[in-house]
């Protein structure tokens, strides 16, 4: 990776009192990948209540979302996040991905597993450029 890449990286844009960089964007979306996918990734449903309303009953529903498709789309935002500082191995190991495609609900499962591909090919690379080593970011 060239200088110019690790800078766009680490380049930190002051918002008020906030600090945004690229780098704490993709590690901060790292970790809710993770935090998703430690919970079964289920298909989207709906859970019904009965609930006594005075004299009668009423019901409830409550949307449970698909968690298989946030995953998916989780994945397919950490790749347009890290795109632009792809180098040609990357680039050759993920061009046969395609992004998701939410019309073609019936084909979830088997994105899911080809997203998960993804995901462990995105953190190689970010593996492969240092990019999670401390004493690279540190000024």
């Not at 766009?8 to 979306?29: F, K, P, V, W």
């Not at 698909?66 to 500082?85: K, Q």
């Not at 597993?113 to 593996?127: D, E, G, M, V, Y």
């Amino acid at each position: 990776m060239d200088e110019s890449k690790e800078d766009q990286i680490n380049q930190a844009i002051s918002l008020g009192s906030e600090e945004l960089s690229m780098r704490g964007t993709i590690l901060n979306h790292i970790k809710e990948i993770n935090v998703l996918s430690r919970q079964e990734l289920t298909k989207g449903y709906f859970e019904e209540k009965l609930i006594k309303v005075g004299d009668g009953i009423s019901t409830s529903k409550i949307y449970h979302p698909d968690l298989r498709i946030a995953f998916i789309n989780s994945v397919d935002m950490l790749f347009y996040l890290v795109s632009p500082h792809n180098d040609e191995k990357f680039n050759e190991i993920v061009k046969d991905f395609k992004e998701f495609d939410g019309e073609k609900k019936e084909k979830v499962n088997e994105e899911l597993s080809t997203k998960r591909k993804l995901f462990a090919n995105i953190l190689i690379f970010l593996h492969r450029i240092k990019f999670f080593n401390v004493e690279r970011h540190v000024n």
